[in-house]
């Protein structure tokens, strides 16, 4: 009790003394979007990018509601109670590091804060087919942006800390902060032991090796996090928001621990004031394992129908030892990524000029692979329709494929070779480069939430269309 005692009085300490710095920081950041606001207001004579001025200003600033959020926050942040200051906060804080970054506003970390799809807009998807918006911010701003951006960084545990609330409140809190402690010190744990498992054995080109080696501790960690964490509904509720197809009450308690495990993680990882320099993996891990944990709940429900041998063989020779271990009569009771994505495809996915084509067919052209093992009584194809518009990125089946944008439409096939090839694209990536020596970094594990969870979807999809 005296421990919890004291830590509450360090806590309203710390508020107390920093909340003059902490309000003025704030306002110093809402005036200064406002000031942007107005200078991409200004017309410019000869202004060869004012096309990418009117998307920020229209879409970014007005549509996705960031400067009327700026101006509440500049309005009513000191009358604010506590929870609601800190998320004023964090909305801002994310705002500010989108305005500092110098190769352009990074418009997807405003779309994330503000829930926006901004891969959805026709100007992401026809015009400027990128994450970040250059050539709209003087240089001598984006310096300003950064100089605020790290005095938020500076206050930020001010910001977000306890002051007059009722003593089981704050207890609760302070319990909640000690958890976290621990949990940061299981990540650090995990981070090592990846870290170890590289030194030992290089597993560039092993990726499978490397997963098999992992997945204890990944396991292991998720259990801890599930039995520590206690802002587990928060994070929930950020799944749900996302997810516009009712599909996370579908997902089973593992799958669900997974998701929840990852998203802790990195939330973890970039509040550390080394999150830049930091490895992501022990958050990509879970995440890319949802898919593969997705694909293998389909294998289960079809690999008996796969015949090995004999008149009713439907599988081509290549691809029997993907399936079945050599001397076994039965099917391995799961399957790596690789080989669980080709569960889905009727052959040897390549780029043309046309878009994605099968090479070659696992079975003659007349038959349908997925079909002969009774896959389209568990997959509705038809359900990509649903996502008509989104641009996905792919790889075909070849190695060291490069990557193509593909926009997802009616036709059913060109629909599921597009949603292949992304699932390729998500093993390539992002799955495989965890095995790398280099880890994971930062950019890297954003650019894969958004994909899986946010603009892309990916998870999202391959749930609404299991049956």
Known sequence: MNILYADLQKEKLLYQRNFKDIYDAVIRSCEFIEEVYLKINKPLKNDCFDYLRSFVKETVFEKWGMIQDVRNIKNHYAQSQDKVKADMFRR???????LSEPEGIYIALIAQT?????MADEFI???HHDDKISMVMSWDDVDRAKNLFLSLGDIDRGATSVRNRLFFERVDIVIRDILLEKLDADIESMLASIRELREKANYQEREDEFFTAIEPRILSLTKRIS???VDREQIVNFFVKLDDKGCWDRLDEECKNMMITSEIVYRTLISREDADSLDYSPSMIPLTKVIEYLLNDIYGKIKGNIV????GMNIDSNSVRFFKDKNEPEPKECLEMGPAIRVLSDGFLKFSNSGLIYSSYFLPSDKSRFDEWKGSFYVDWN????????RLKCNSFDKDSPVRQFVLGSDIEYNRKVFIGALEYIKNSYRNRVAHKDGIERDRMEKCREDMLIAQKLIWMLIYIMK
């Open 92 to 98: 801002l804080y994310n705002v500010m590091r989108a």
């Open 308 to 311: 090995f041998e004999g008149p």
């Open 125 to 127: 998807k026809n015009v």
């Open 114 to 118: 503000y829930g926006k799809n901004y």
């Open 227 to 229: 039995a520590k964490y």
């Open 383 to 390: 359900r990509l329709r649903d996502f008509k518009g989104t």
